[in-house]
């Protein structure tokens, strides 16, 4: 009886061959084609309603994504006790919780980058055009420095008196302890997006694009609770521009370049890696 249930065990286990291969064998041709590289200029972009209508979202959600944010940080540094506030947890929620709604808002619309280091980095892997990339920072830029006018409309006084949540390096560390903290911040902000965005795990993987703007706005949350001590984190060269604007002190410029240059390298550093260590694209068809 008991060798009877064992091979009845066996043939079970037999029975169905896996199917559905795993790891790296998942990963054929069958069920995803490279995408082709975006032009580097596109002319029949600027004819498009499409094209300005990615601008203008890209501009609202920047827009809202500098208000609530920077609105945040005023009301922390606004509290007499700061145990009773949002602290710097809330604020880093703030910051991850506007990523992860407003990239499910436009990414159907243009992409949700709301970030010129993001735009920057995509650029890179030649996945949207120079003409789209320069007018989305544009508009990225714009929108920033609307949503920080708009939070100084509110209370001038207290805006000006808290720094406008500008970014700047923290006494105690060095420029290039602030350069190095905006460069692996936005180096794990911008992995995750390609990560989170990969058009051959969408094939693969039917929930992961529904999950998209879970794991970008967590990354967000993640890196400004390392970095608000540091440089009040900008991993965001539209938001740092923004803030610095309208404050307008020479406390929001002296360290300004480093909430560019920072973005700027880690941005570039995530793209290369995607493209040729993870997804080794210039090694497609060799043997």
């Known amino acids: ?5 064992e091979e009845d065990v066996k043939l079970g286990a037999n029975k169905f061959n896996e ?12 069920d995803y ?3 082709p ?9 600027l004819s498009s309603w499409s094209f300005y209508r990615a601008g203008i979202a890209e501009f609202i959600a920047t827009l809202l994504f500098l208000y609530i944010t920077v609105l945040t940080v005023m009301g922390y540094g606004r509290s007499d006790n ?3 506030s949002v602290g710097i947890q809330g604020i880093a929620w703030a910051f991850g919780g506007m990523i992860f709604a407003l990239v499910y808002c ?7 980058h709301i970030n010129p280091a993001v735009t920057f980095g995509l650029f890179l892997a030649r996945k949207l055009s120079l003409t789209r990339a320069l007018f989305y920072i544009v508009m990225q830029c714009l929108g920033a420095i609307c949503g920080a006018g708009i ?8 805006y000006e008196r808290l720094n406008g949540g500008a970014n700047f390096v923290a006494h105690g560390y060095t420029k290039g302890d602030g350069l190095g903290a905006e460069i692996i911040g936005t180096f794990v902000l911008v992995y995750t997006v390609f990560s989170a965005t990969d058009a051959k795990r969408n094939a693969r993987d039917s929930h992961v694009p529904i999950l998209a ?3 970008i706005g967590f990354a967000v949350f993640l890196v400004h609770l390392a970095t608000i001590p540091i440089t009040g984190t900008g991993i965001n060269p539209a938001r740092s521009l923004g803030a610095a604007i309208i404050f307008n002190k020479d406390l929001g410029w002296n360290d300004h370049w480093i909430f560019w240059v920072g973005p700027f390298i880690g941005a570039a550093l995530a793209a290369m890696y995607h493209v040729i260590v993870i997804r080794a694209i210039p090694f497609k068809g060799r043997s």
């Open 1 to 5: 009886m008991a060798e009877s249930k």
């Open 19 to 30: 199917r559905q291969p795993l790891g790296t064998a998942a990963q054929t041709d069958k």
């Open 33 to 35: 084609k490279e995408a």
């Open 37 to 45: 590289a975006a032009p580097l200029f596109e002319p029949g972009e």
């Open 82 to 84: 700061k145990c009773k």
């Open 106 to 112: 436009t990414a159907g619309i243009s992409g949700g």
């Open 151 to 158: 939070v100084k409309g509110f209370q001038k006084s207290a």
């Open 213 to 215: 703007p879970l794991p």
